[in-house]
């Protein structure tokens, strides 16, 4: 009889050899990657299945990245059985539409019913519609029937994200036959932390802790050591409304329930963070106005998301010469103006750029509601304040050495106090008048509080100069 393999903390084996995946910098070291890459070209499957096989399913993700796309492929057919189908959810999605595509619909059927159903969907969600039902039919009823209504449910919902493999027992059964019906049957998911509690109707009645399973009994009835599930989450909720569930209550996991309140599913807290990470991606990327843009992703696919935000700038920007143009005249007097336009305008964007992001995250996370929005525009319309006035007698005083000009030291200082306060208003209002009306803060509120302060920034401070020393 061979020894049992034990196993250390991180789940990879005791005995692994180090194998310097990484290098100092974090990424696949340079010389692994060309190991791999040898044993790839030479098609030596022994050696891919010894140094891939034993990887863990977010280090082959990061070594999927790193390799050129036909080596990709190439590892993923010449390791055969062999290759973990989980690591394609540690991906950019066109990688793994890439690596998908490259493959036969009955490698991946096969391959799929060896993974949670939360990755099965994961994974076939992205795949076209055609080869999506022909990879479904091939699998077996009970699979195929959960992850068709995973996928039925609608993208980015606790549905989507939820793992249909569970533990349910009815509320009449005891300790003891519940801990026997763990002991023997072989389709329980591969860890869980909760037995729910449900009807005949499969409705769900309560959930029980597995430790208060352990210090129970065996002749206590489920029903009394079970709790009401307070939390359980409508398959249909946003999987970021989810998240912050989770958040609120520091939940492990958490039933997921239809419309008529039976478990469907449970959403765990590994789902939760991965979505975390990616809706917090996903506000950082659209204040940038770049979309769901991916590193993988073509120029082409790039481009088209980036060019429709760069045209609303365009159209800003445009509003921001206008007001320019209305003051040629005084442009032309006082060439100093034109020197110092861009510094108000800067340091009102900047400004109000860092208003605006910390009111959108604090949207984003539920921190400001109508109770307080008050008492936080009060608050950074002061800090607008006094930050005007540190950077008015800076640039002030810069400007009148300058130009020798103590007079002009003196507007561009007002209108930096001027343009600070209209960043602070804008940062705040704007991100709460789009959440407001339904639009998204994240992807709308840059571009047009940069307007605000450009187009407020230039009207000040050109029309003080003007109206100060008599331009026309």
């Keep these: 009889m061979s020894e049992p ?5 991180d789940g990879t084996p005791a005995d692994a050899p180090e194998r310097g995946i990484y290098g100092e910098d974090g990424v696949i070291a340079a010389p692994f990657l060309a190991h791999i890459g040898a044993a790839i070209a030479d098609r030596d499957t022994l ?40 690591a394609l959810t540690e991906v950019d999605e066109a990688i793994r539409l890439d690596i998908v595509g490259s493959l036969p619909n009955v490698q991946i059927a096969k391959a799929l019913q060896h993974l949670d159903s939360d990755d099965a969907v994961y994974i076939l969600e992205d795949i076209e519609q055609e ?11 009970t699979e195929r029937v959960r992850l068709r209504r995973s996928l039925g449910y609608p993208e980015e919902t606790a549905g989507r994200r939820m793992q249909t493999e569970f533990v349910a027992v009815p509320p009449f059964w005891t300790v003891g036959q519940t801990i026997d019906y763990m002991r023997d049957e072989q389709n329980l998911p ?21 430790d208060r399973i352990l210090r129970t009994r065996r002749s206590v009835k489920i029903e009394d050591v079970m709790r009401e599930t307070r939390h359980a989450i409508p398959a249909t909720m946003d999987q970021e409304e989810a998240a912050k569930i989770f958040e609120q209550y520091d939940l492990l996991s958490a039933a997921v329930v239809d419309e008529n309140e039976r478990l469907v599913g449970v959403l765990t807290i590994d789902d939760v963070v991965d979505v975390i990470t990616q809706e917090a991606e996903e506000d950082l990327m659209r204040m940038g106005g770049v979309g769901d843009e991916e590193l993988s992703d073509t ?23 206008s007001v320019i143009g209305l003051f040629d005249a005084s442009i032309e007097q006082m060439v100093a103006l034109a020197v110092l336009m861009p510094i108000v305008a800067s ?11 910390v009111t959108v995250r604090a949207l984003a996370t539920r921190d400001l509601d109508i109770y307080n929005s008050g008492r936080i525009i009060r608050r ?3 800090v607008g304040l006094l930050n005007g006035v540190t950077l008015a007698l800076i640039v002030g005083t810069v400007a009148a050495i300058w130009f020798h000009n103590v007079q002009l030291g003196g507007i561009i200082g007002a209108a930096m106090i001027f343009n600070m306060l209209a960043a602070a208003v804008a940062g705040n209002l704007i991100p709460l008048l789009l959440n407001k009306a339904g639009a998204d803060p994240a992807i709308s509120s840059s571009v047009f509080v940069t307007m605000v302060t450009d187009v407020f920034g230039f009207f000040a401070f050109l029309g003080l100069a003007t109206w100060w020393f008599g331009l026309v």
């Excluded at 900047?350 to 605006?356: E, F, H, I, L, V």
């Design 5 to 9: 393999e034990t196993q250390g903390i």
């Design 47 to 86: 050696t891919l299945k010894k140094d891939v096989g034993t990887l863990h399913q977010s280090e082959v993700g990061d070594l999927l990245e790193a390799l050129m796309p036909e080596q990709r492929r190439a590892l993923v057919q010449l390791m055969g059985e062999e290759f973990d189908f989980t």
């Design 380 to 382: 950074e319309i002061l």
């Design 131 to 141: 080869d999506q039902d022909e990879i479904l039919a091939q699998l077996p009823f």
């Design 190 to 210: 591969d860890s869980f932390s909760q037995i729910f509690v449900i009807d005949p109707t499969f409705r769900l009645v309560g959930a029980v802790d597995l």
């Design 299 to 321: 120029v082409l696919a790039i481009s088209r998301s980036r060019v429709p935000w760069l045209m609303v700038n365009l159209v800003t920007a445009l509003m921001s010469a």
């Design 347 to 357: 340091s009102g964007g900047n400004a109000g750029t860092q208003t605006m992001t």
